[in-house]
């Protein structure tokens, strides 16, 4: 019989394991962390990881889909006043990191997370195309859509892997806007416009 998920003390001890094993990839590096040093440091029982996880590269895939779940969720209840003021799902991307930063860390730097990273480019890449195809006027391509989408979905998530690995040295949300411009401006030469006045990004 399998876990019921929806016990409070099922997603207590899985919450424990997941915290534990966060602890350690930041202590140590995830290729040092065994499956006894999860239990230690999440004061339970070896057996009882087991019966939660076949092993830790499933339980690190537990930890990121729940973040990039998170993500999808805030992303996907942005409203248009949300966007006319500012929040943008780059912006939310960017909050999203400071929030929790160490899961970002793992993500962006562990093996075992092509899955997650490639279901967090898709989505990021999914909007970009929306973005296009939902242009109040035609535009021609110069190249296919999906791989304008998809380089800008690369571009932004390199520039907040470059954003966390310097210590993050500039807000969120000077970020989100050094992201969309420079995002924007790559958009506008794939449709055609080379000559444009974009305000530059301003750190608040």
């Known amino acids: 019989m399998g876990l019921n998920l929806d016990d409070p003390r099922v997603r207590k001890t899985r919450r ?3 915290d534990a094993l966060i602890r350690l990839i930041l ?3 995830y ?3 065994s499956i006894q040093d999860i239990a230690t440091e999440a004061d339970t029982a070896r057996i009882t990881f087991y019966r939660h996880y076949p092993d830790k590269e499933a339980l690190l895939t537990d930890c990121l889909n729940h973040l990039y779940d998170d993500l999808a969720a805030r992303t996907e209840s942005l409203t248009r006043e949300g966007l006319r003021s500012g929040n ?12 929790h930063e160490a899961l970002y860390r793992i993500l962006f ?9 490639e ?5 990021m890449a999914s909007y970009a195309m929306k973005a296009l195809q939902d242009s109040p006027a035609p535009v021609q391509l110069a190249v296919p859509i999906e791989i304008i989408a998809y380089h ?4 932004q998530i390199g520039l907040a892997m470059w954003w966390l690995d310097h210590g993050k040295p500039y807000p969120a949300s000077y970020m989100a806007q050094v992201s969309t411009w420079l995002t924007l401006a790559g958009l506008l030469h794939s449709v055609g416009i080379h000559t444009f006045d974009l ?4 750190v608040e």
């Open 199 to 202: 305000p530059a990004p301003q």
């Open 119 to 123: 279901r967090l480019r898709h989505q």
């Open 27 to 29: 202590q140590k590096g």
């Open 152 to 155: 800008a979905a690369s571009a």
């Open 31 to 33: 290729d040092a962390v």
């Open 16 to 18: 424990g394991l997941q």
């Open 109 to 117: 730097t562990s093996q075992g997370t092509k899955t997650v990273m």
């Open 88 to 99: 943008t799902p780059t912006q939310v991307l960017y909050d999203h990191i400071q929030e």
